[in-house]
């Protein structure tokens, strides 16, 4: 399969994901909400972590859930009691968004977190980029992961320039969807978060020396840093990616 885009750089995309998945498997940051596939605590995490690091929600949310182990119990909680829960975590207004969301669940749809992403983008409070999570790691479908990581990633594969606006911008949101694999979503996008991580980090120079998909990647290219790629600009208006089967 192939699917043109606006950037110059062909791209072997069933390599591309399987080097990415097999990294992703021995450099898998291990949280607790990586560990189930139940979409109510998967949902949870990702109000948690709303601009919040990782490390600090991690014991909150064992706590949580342990308290709250489903919709229900968390439907008979008290404002107070999950301010109590979630206090240390900053940001008050979750407390009201965690209250309206259940209330609608349990309104909308009899007290189960729906699977389709036109239901989960009624719920208050769930972004694209949360119903995309919650839809490929609690269910394993190929949505992609759309965020300044994913676009930072993405962006130096391809050697274009990234801005707060990336996430909207409908070239990124193509290339990001297009290198999603459809077989290992979960796996992939895991894999494709944790390199943003630990190799490709912001405000950082990549560690292109060990990066997995170095050799798919025009910034390393331009830094000099990668072999095999053609000679070819990553500036022209016309390419392809390229899905070899």
């Known amino acids: 399969m192939k699917t043109s885009s606006s950037v110059d750089h062909t791209l072997d995309v069933v390599s591309f994901r399987s080097d990415l ?17 139940n979409p109510y605590h998967i949902l949870m995490a990702e109000v948690m972590l709303h601009r919040t690091q990782a490390s600090q929600v991690a014991p909150i949310y064992e706590r949580f859930i ?3 182990p489903d919709i229900a119990s968390l439907s008979r909680a008290t ?10 975590l900053g940001l008050r207004w979750r407390v009201d968004l965690i209250i309206d969301m259940v209330a609608q669940i349990n309104e909308c ?29 609690a269910w394993n479908l190929p949505d992609a992961i759309i965020d300044t990581n994913t676009v930072r990633v993405t962006g130096r594969i391809y050697n274009l320039e990234t ?3 990336s996430r909207r911008n409908s070239l990124f949101r193509r290339l990001i969807s297009d290198l999603v694999d459809p077989q290992q979503p979960r796996s992939y996008n895991f894999a494709l978060l ?6 490709c980090p912001k405000g950082q120079r990549p560690l ?3 990066c997995p998909v170095q050799k798919y990647c025009l910034y390393s290219r ?11 600009s990553a500036t022209s208006s016309e390419s392809m990616i390229s899905e070899e089967i």
């Open 21 to 37: 998945i097999n990294w992703g498997k021995e450099h898998f940051r291990s949280f607790p909400w990586r560990s189930t596939t």
């Open 66 to 68: 342990s308290g709250y």
């Open 79 to 88: 404002r107070e009691e999950l301010h109590n829960s979630l206090y240390s």
């Open 109 to 137: 749809f009899a007290g189960q977190i729906p699977q389709e992403k036109v239901d989960l983008l009624t719920l208050p409070g769930i972004s694209d980029y949360v119903a995309s999570a919650l839809r490929c790691f």
């Open 163 to 165: 801005r707060d606006s």
């Open 194 to 199: 944790d390199l943003a991580a630990q190799v």
């Open 208 to 210: 292109c020396e060990v």
């Open 222 to 232: 331009k830094i000099g840093l990668s072999e095999g790629f053609s000679n070819r």
